[in-house]
């Protein structure tokens, strides 16, 4: 990663992040990490296994139980992850870097 340089600015691609990353607070850094992919799949699951357990009069024994909550678990990690890539990342790269899509940058 060191080989490489911005013609510009002469900075690397280590010196590059973190130049960007010293813009990013704790919470910006959070959003945009693993850990929080992490969290919105625990989120997911909780919520579909609650949600499940709501709608239990319609099911049938433990199996019903568990395909719905698997099915709503997924379907709310799909709308979570939607939401963390077309409103929340770019809001953060709005934040951090400037623009809306880093790819922009000069």
């Given at each position: 990663?060191?080989?490489?340089?911005?013609?510009?600015?002469?900075?690397?691609?280590?010196?590059?992040?973190?130049?960007?990353?010293?813009?990013?607070?704790?919470?910006?850094?959070?959003?945009?990490?693993?850990?929080?992919?992490?969290?919105?799949?625990?989120?997911?699951?909780v919520v579909g296994a609650a949600a499940?357990?709501?709608?239990?009069?319609?099911?049938?024994?433990?199996?019903?139980?568990?395909?719905?909550?698997?099915?709503?678990?997924?379907?709310?990690?799909?709308?979570?992850?939607?939401?963390?890539?077309?409103?929340?990342?770019?809001?953060?790269?709005?934040?951090?870097?400037?623009?809306?899509?880093?790819?922009?940058?000069q």
């Amino acid at each position: 990663m060191s080989e490489f340089a911005w013609t510009d600015t002469s900075e690397n691609l280590v010196e590059y992040r973190k130049r960007w990353t010293s813009n990013a607070g704790l919470i910006q850094r959070f959003l945009c990490s693993k850990n929080a992919i992490l969290g919105m799949l625990a989120l997911s699951i909780v919520v579909g296994a609650a949600a499940a357990q709501w709608l239990s009069p319609i099911q049938r024994g433990m199996l019903g139980y568990m395909l719905t909550a698997l099915g709503l678990s997924v379907v709310i990690v799909m709308i979570l992850a939607a939401i963390l890539i077309s409103v929340i990342t770019p809001m953060v790269h709005k934040r951090v870097c400037g623009v809306a899509d880093p790819r922009q940058l000069q």
